[in-house]
């Protein structure tokens, strides 16, 4: 099948207003990226990586600088009118749209800019402000909505075009859990109902992409570190697991160390309740239930146990050597 | 979706008609920058005339010209200027975006704008006749009708056209637009005929659509018009459909390298959408 994004050496130069002024900014470099449709994908990266730029150009607002970006197999250089009728994009803190005019005419003016007969439009408005929990604003002015309140009625905007590819930049920047959760749950839904379409956004939130995308590309200085699952891409970094374990009446803990896999091995006592608290730094968990039956065997029973294993977090911070918070 | 594209279009321009025309009765504010405020300007060139015991037309063609200047501010800063009030707020990306011509929304701006600007500048025309007593004696309304509607066209054509400019400009968007504003009540001759600024000045004056368009409706609402034309009423007719023509077309063609070269240096959006 083809491709619903596709970008070979794809680079963005951005050239200084006066040449005397400062040097040009590269802000995407050599980029090859392969989304299909069907999928929800994420680009995970500091500020400055090239998200921005990325999604421009794949939305037809900018042009490469060299190499090729196609969307829906059509070249974004070239068949850019064709690329319009198939996509949409909506971008974080968002403050289009005329603020005299109320949520649901907002809405009905940016649906007749891609020829919806009314009816049609005000028809799916109700509907998708009943999906946002937006119905009781619908005829509330949008220069008196709140943050979170705008946000969902410029993620609706994005959706009601009905378009095969959505881009999205930052959609859920700067809102409370609830409004993230509204527009994340729906995303996943509409990808749900319409298996062929596909989402692609740009975030700033670890969880958020590790919950939300099935791939995940991180960008740091206009360069793909990585793309692939969430899964998988914890899996790349080569971290260690710590097991946690509270235990009582052990009677020897300094055997525990010796298990295959154990690279570190600590314990404390814990007097007052009579616990001992393990710890191991494991290098790979083979010798897990190794530790867990030697355990048992001393005649001890296990309180609590505990295994940290890398988040996308230790991901990210390894690839482009720091965090993002 | 099966409608053809001339009907998407037009569905474009109504909907983005609706804001201009919703927007002036939400905004009771802009009656007075748009009606009360040029008869400030008006009274003054009135209060000259009058004391230099000038002809009474004359007045008559400044309150017409008063009027008529609603038009003028309506196409410079809520036309031209408009896409970089638009690219400000992030609404300029969407236009952009969307599977329809960018001249579509032009339209519904020029259309919303030209009927919310009628109803003040008639108010104007009304309100100015009354205080000064002016005597309008139309003969030929077809014709009256006509000429309005072309030099509407022409003058929002001449919009359009700007307003590819604008899309790239940034903060001498403002500059350009109050550059536009003085000289052109001069050289246009909104409170005088535009005849004695000399042949020359009056025939360069032209290439602004309202020029020629003024002409004509002192012609047609005066009887001394006539003798203050600078040229006659069907050269004028043919000219303005010209320039209608010329314009349009200017537009088509500038609007598409604007938004060309603003996808090639990244000035189309803010850095920040
Ligand atoms: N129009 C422009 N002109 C000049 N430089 C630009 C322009 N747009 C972006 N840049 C530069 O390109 C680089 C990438 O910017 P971009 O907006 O794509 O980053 P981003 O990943 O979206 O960052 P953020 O998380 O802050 O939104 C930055 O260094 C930025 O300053
Ligand atoms: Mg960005």
Redesign the interface.
């Known amino acids: 099948m083809e491709a619903a994004v596709e970008t070979k050496s794809l680079s963005r130069v951005?050239?200084p207003k006066k040449k005397k002024e400062g040097k040009s900014v590269t802000a995407l470099d050599s980029v090859d990226l392969r989304i299909e449709g069907g999928e929800l994908f994420g680009l995970l990266g500091p500020n400055g990586a090239g998200k921005?730029t990325l999604l421009?150009i794949l939305?037809?607002?900018?042009?490469p600088t060299s190499g090729k970006a196609y969307v829906a197999g059509l070249d974004v250089e070239s068949q850019f009118?064709a690329i319009?009728?198939k996509?949409?994009?909506v971008?974080g803190g968002?403050?289009?749209?005329?603020g005299?005019?109320t949520v649901k005419?907002n809405l009905?003016?940016?649906?007749?800019?891609?020829?919806?007969?009314?009816k049609v439009a005000l028809q799916r408005i109700d509907e998708m402000l009943k999906d946002f929990g937006l119905s009781e604003k619908k005829d509330a002015k949008v220069r008196t909505l709140s943050t979170g309140e705008r946000q969902k009625m410029n993620v609706i905007r994005g959706f009601i075009t009905d378009p095969d590819i959505i881009f999205l930049d930052e959609p859920t920047l700067g809102l409370d859990v609830n409004a993230s959760r509204v527009i994340r749950s729906y995303m996943i839904d509409w990808l749900k109902d319409h298996p062929t379409k596909t989402v692609v956004l740009t975030t700033h939130y670890m969880v958020e992409a590790d919950e939300l995308c099935d791939r995940i590309a991180i960008i740091d200085n206009g360069r793909i570190l990585a793309c692939d699952t969430p899964e998988r891409l914890k899996k790349m970094v080569k971290m260690n697991t710590t097991l946690s374990m509270d235990v009582t009446r052990l009677k020897d803990a300094a055997v525990l160390g010796s298990f295959s896999g154990v690279e570190n091995f600590t314990f404390t006592e814990d007097g007052d309740k009579g616990l001992t608290r393990l710890r191991f730094v494991m290098r790979d968990e083979s010798g897990v239930s190794d530790i867990i039956s030697a355990v048992l065997s001393q005649g001890s029973r296990i309180e609590s146990l505990q295994k940290t294993e890398p988040t996308l977090e230790d991901v990210f911070i390894k690839m482009v050597g720091k965090g993002l918070e | 979706m099966s409608d053809g594209w001339i009907i998407k279009n037009l569905r474009a321009v109504k909907g983005r008609a609706y804001p201009r025309v919703v927007g002036a009765q939400r905004e009771p504010s802009w009656v007075f920058f748009e009606v009360l405020l040029p008869l400030f300007t008006v009274a003054a060139y009135a209060y000259v005339y009058q004391f230099m015991d000038a002809r009474q037309e004359l007045i008559g063609y400044v309150v017409l010209g008063g009027a008529m200047t609603a038009f003028w501010l309506n196409v410079l800063w809520s036309m031209a200027a408009q896409f970089y009030w638009e690219k400000e707020i992030g609404n300029l990306q969407l236009y952009m975006i969307a599977p329809i011509s960018r001249m579509s929304i032009l339209a519904g701006m020029a259309l919303g704008g030209m009927f919310s600007t009628t109803v003040n500048a008639a108010s104007t025309l009304v309100i100015g006749a009354l205080i000064f007593n002016i005597a309008f004696h139309v003969v030929d309304p077809v014709m009256l009708i006509a000429i309005f509607m072309v030099t509407m066209v022409a003058l929002y054509g001449m919009g359009m056209m700007f307003a590819s400019l604008y899309m790239l400009f940034g903060r001498e968007a403002y500059h350009m637009s109050n550059l536009l504003t003085e000289p052109v009540y001069l050289a246009s001759g909104f409170y005088f005929p535009v005849k004695y600024l000399g042949v020359f000045a009056a025939a360069g004056a032209s290439f602004i659509p309202i020029t020629l368009g003024l002409d004509a409706l002192r012609q047609l609402f005066f009887t001394s018009g006539a003798g203050d034309a600078f040229l006659s009423l069907e050269l004028e007719l043919g000219l303005l459909l010209g320039l209608c023509a010329l314009f349009m077309v200017l537009a088509h063609y500038s609007l598409r390298y604007m938004e060309y070269l603003g996808k090639a240096t990244g000035r189309l959006t803010l850095r920040w959408q």
């Open positions: 951005f050239e921005t421009k939305s037809t607002l900018l042009l009118s319009r009728q996509i949409n994009m971008s968002e403050i289009s749209g005329y005299l005019l005419e009905w003016m940016f649906s007749q800019f891609y020829g919806i007969k009314s």
